[in-house]
């Protein structure tokens, strides 16, 4: 399994930096992403990283604030969050694809979930 980290409270302009460890196995064959859902909002796909070759893709709404990496050696993928907005709120999850040759964007493309983290942006 794996456990997401890092959701808080922060003000409008802040960063947070939410982590997505693995647990009994290894994520280098897995594509990993980054979804968040906010209340009376659809699913959005914010962020993936393939990596066993750290190909990445951001959605255009986070696309220069957020930055995705992997540190392979703790099995974590990291998604940091900068210049935060009050529409980046919502709860965020961390999804795991297994042996994909491509970057997944849909989140039915995924096999694993998380429990999520909130992230809360302040005006």
């Known amino acids: 399994h794996f456990v997401e980290s890092g959701g808080g409270l922060v003000q409008a302009g802040g960063s947070l930096r939410l982590s997505c460890a693995a647990s009994?196995?290894?994520?280098?064959?897995?594509?990993i992403g980054w979804f968040r859902q906010a209340p009376g909002k659809e699913r959005e796909g914010v962020s993936c990283?393939?990596?066993?070759?750290?190909?990445?893709y951001y959605a255009s709404s986070v696309k220069g604030r957020f930055t995705i990496s992997s540190n392979n050696a703790k099995n974590t993928v990291y998604l940091q969050m900068d210049s935060l907005k009050p529409e980046d709120t919502a709860v965020y999850y961390c999804?795991?694809?297994?042996?994909?040759?491509?970057?997944?964007?849909?989140?039915?493309?995924?096999?694993?979930w998380g429990q999520g983290t909130q992230v809360t942006v302040s005006s």
């Open positions: 999804l795991a694809a297994y042996g994909l040759g491509y970057l997944p964007i849909d989140s039915y493309e995924y096999d694993y």
């Open positions: 009994g196995f290894s994520f280098d064959d897995y594509a």
């Open positions: 990283i393939r990596v066993s070759d750290g190909t990445t």
